[in-house]
């Protein structure tokens, strides 16, 4: 079975730090693109960042360039959403996704993705 899960969220400060897991199972993650999704509430799900197989970084939020930061550690099967300098905007629950390409497609962030976690809520207030 396939599976992602996220874990990492919690309520920050403005202006603090939080590193967000995605573990995966069932599948090598390293063989895919990986994208990191938010959803505020009352909002629609956006892109914010994807990780290709390569290790290639999509940004699809302006706002969080210079702040977050996308990794992988494929020994542990697991991408890290680091975000820096925290702002109340960025108060979101935090989806991570596998996508059935390699690429991570700039145009569009939901394009191939195929499984999805259920989320991590990431609440910044002070």
């Known amino acids: 079975q396939l599976q992602l899960v996220e874990s990492g969220g919690g309520l920050v400060q403005p202006g603090g730090s939080l590193r967000l897991s995605c573990a995966a199972s069932?599948?090598?993650?390293?063989?895919?693109?990986i994208g990191w999704f938010r959803q505020a509430p009352g909002k629609e799900r956006e892109g914010v960042l994807c990780i290709s197989s390569g290790g290639g970084r999509t940004y699809y939020i302006d706002s969080v360039k210079g702040r977050f930061t996308i990794s992988r550690d494929n020994a542990k099967n697991t991408v890290y959403l680091q975000m820096n300098s925290l702002k109340p905007e960025d108060t979101a629950v935090y989806h991570c996704?596998?996508?059935?390409?390699?690429?991570?497609?700039?145009?569009?962030?939901?394009?191939?993705?195929?499984?999805w976690g259920k989320g991590t809520l990431v609440t910044v207030s002070s």
């Open positions: 069932g599948f090598t993650l390293g063989n895919y693109a």
């Open positions: 996704a596998k996508s059935t390409l390699r690429i991570c497609v700039p145009q569009n962030s939901n394009f191939g993705m195929d499984v």
